[in-house]
């Protein structure tokens, strides 16, 4: 059974740093594609960045140059390092694991920017 848990919300101060990360279980990590998503309060859910099982990346036009995604495919985690943060960043994070047509979802950490 996939696991994706989430963790390293909070409310941070604009201008602030957080990291997410997402330890996933029950799925042969290194073979999925994972990715950040993001919903806010009355907004579509979005993707944020998204990493290969080869490794390679890409950034929604909003975060890029901002936000860094990573994976440790021996410890199956993915992190989301948030740099610069914005009020318009508050959002629920969610992380998401694909292969093929099996798709996952994490239940979500809150991201709050906010003075």
């Known amino acids: 059974q996939v696991q994706l848990v989430e963790s390293g919300g909070g409310l941070v101060q604009p201008g602030g740093s957080l990291r997410l990360s997402c330890a996933a279980s029950g799925i042969i990590f290194r073979l999925y594609n994972m990715a950040w998503y993001r919903q806010a309060p009355g907004k579509q859910r979005d993707l944020v960045a998204v990493?290969?099982?080869?490794?390679?990346?890409n950034y929604a036009a909003s975060i890029k140059g901002r936000f860094t995604i990573s994976r440790d495919n021996v410890k199956k985690m993915v992190y989301l390092q948030m740099n610069s943060l914005k009020p318009e960043d508050t959002a629920v994070y969610y992380c998401?694991?694909?292969?093929?047509?099996?798709?996952?979802w994490g239940q979500g950490t809150q991201v709050t920017v906010s003075s």
């Open positions: 990493i290969s099982s080869s490794g390679s990346t």
């Open positions: 998401n694991a694909v292969l093929g047509s099996t798709v996952s």
